[in-house]
C-alpha cells in the first residue's frame, strides 16, 4: 500500500511527462490496488497486537487472522492482473531512452523545476496544518497531506541541499508515525466497536467492551500529545 501511495505521487509529479489517454487508466489502477489493501492492512495491525495472550485474547486472535484471510482476496485478484514482467521491461525501455537524450544539462533542469512539484503539496499541508485538529477525521486528512509531503520529498531530494534529507526529511517521518499511531487507534476503536455490535459471546463481548474503552483513551491522550 505504501509503495502504491509513493507511486501515486510520482504520477502527480511527472504527469506532464505521461499521455493523456494513459493518466486517467494509471491513476484508476494505482487507486484500486490501494483500496484492495486497505482492509487487510488494517487486521495486520490487529493481529501484531493480539499476537501474545491466552484464552479469550486468543480466540479473538484466531478470528482476527480468519478475517485477515479474508481480506487477501481482493489483493490476490489485483495481483493476477498485474504483469511485472512487462512493467520491468518498461521501466528498463524508459531507463534506455532518458539515458539516449542526456546533454549534461538534466540536473539543472530538474532543479528548477523540483521546487514546482513541492510547492503544491506543501501549501495544502499547511492550509490543513492551520485548521481545527480536534476530531479523527482533521488529523487523518493532515496524515494524508504528510504523505504526499514526504513521498515529494523522496522524489525531488536530489535536487535539495543535505539539510533538505538529513534534518526537514527526518521531521516529516517522525510527523507521519506520530499520526499514523493517533490513526491506527482510532481505525482499531471502529474496527472492535462495529465487531462489539455484532457479538453475542458474553466472555467476548466482554474483552471487546474493554479494547473499545482503552482505545478511546488511547486515542483522546494521543490526540492531545501530538496537539502539545
Known sequence: RISVRRAAEAVRVFAALIPEVEMGPLRDRLRR???AADEARNWDVMTDRFSHGEGIRLAILEQIKARRRESQGPIVAVHQELEPDACRAKIEQLVREVESRRNGRGKRRFGR????????VVAKFFKT???ELTTDESLHTLRIRAKKVRYTMEIVAVAFDSAFREKLYPQMTVLQDVLGTVNDHATALTLFGDWLSKSQVVAERALLEGLVLAEERATADLRTAFLA
Open 113 to 120: 523545476q523540483a521546487p514546482r512539484y513541492l510547492a503544491p
Open 33 to 35: 490496488i490501494r483500496r
Open 129 to 131: 496544518a492551520e485548521s
